[in-house]
């Protein structure tokens, strides 16, 4: 045995303490980056997540506008009553004061009758067919008037009672001027019917024209 050998144990080496810390530092940064990662994943399927529900409301609230606006859409907006009661009302006055259409069809009956007395004949015919025949042609005319007016100022009247519910109620003066058309209508016909069968003003006769 040589007597200069040391009994006590060598210590490790340098290296493989540095070796260690290597790979101890190598072990922590994989972790770290491990936890990075799914830090960050966890982050980018919370971002889609966000988005795709801020994408679904945006869906949700078109759709309930769409509704709405096919609600707004079927529901009548009372326009056409209230077209209908002032076309009431005009053709009422019309029933009443006359139109030009009921003058020209009374100058055709009146030229129809002079040409048919043209050759000669009784005077109670010249009347009827100059002068009766053009009254009662002109009351026909005013009478069908009157009968538009009549039932385009029921149609007025009663229209928010058919289709679908109107958000408001119907103005009052619409119900007015509609009700103001199927008066006017009304009277309209009543003295147009009058005319036409000469209860109201008879036709001239024969024995006053020749006295």
């Known amino acids: 045995m040589n007597p200069t050998t040391s009994k006590t144990p060598t210590a490790p080496t340098a290296d493989g303490d540095h070796g260690e810390k290597a790979a101890d ?29 801020d994408l679904d409301h945006d869906l949700e609230d078109d759709l309930e506008d769409d509704l709405e606006d096919d609600d707004s ?3 009548p907006s009372g326009l056409a009553a209230a077209a209908a009661a002032v076309v009431a009302t005009g053709l009422g006055i019309v029933g009443l004061t006359g139109a ?4 020209v069809v009374a100058e055709r009956e009146t030229l129809l009758g002079q ?12 009347i009827s067919e ?7 042609s002109t009351a026909l005319v005013n009478g069908i008037f009157a009968l538009l007016a009549l039932l385009v100022g029921v149609f007025a009247l009663v229209r928010p009672a058919f289709g679908a519910p109107a ?15 199927i008066a006017l209508g009304v009277l309209g016909v009543l003295i147009s019917v009058g005319m036409y069968f000469d209860l109201i003003v ?3 006769a024969a024995s ?4």
């Open 25 to 53: 530092r190598l072990d922590k940064a994989a972790i770290e980056a491990e936890g990075e990662r799914a830090v960050s994943d966890g982050s980018g399927l919370d971002a889609d997540a966000d988005r795709d529900s």
């Open 73 to 75: 859409d079927r529901a």
């Open 100 to 103: 030009w259409t009921g003058r």
């Open 115 to 126: 040409m048919k007395t043209a050759s000669g004949g009784s005077v109670a015919r010249q």
């Open 130 to 136: 100059i002068y009766g025949d053009a009254w009662h």
């Open 167 to 181: 958000k408001d109620p119907q103005p009052g003066w619409v119900r007015a001027v509609a009700t103001a058309g």
């Open 202 to 204: 008879a036709l001239p």
């Open 208 to 211: 006053a024209a020749a006295g």
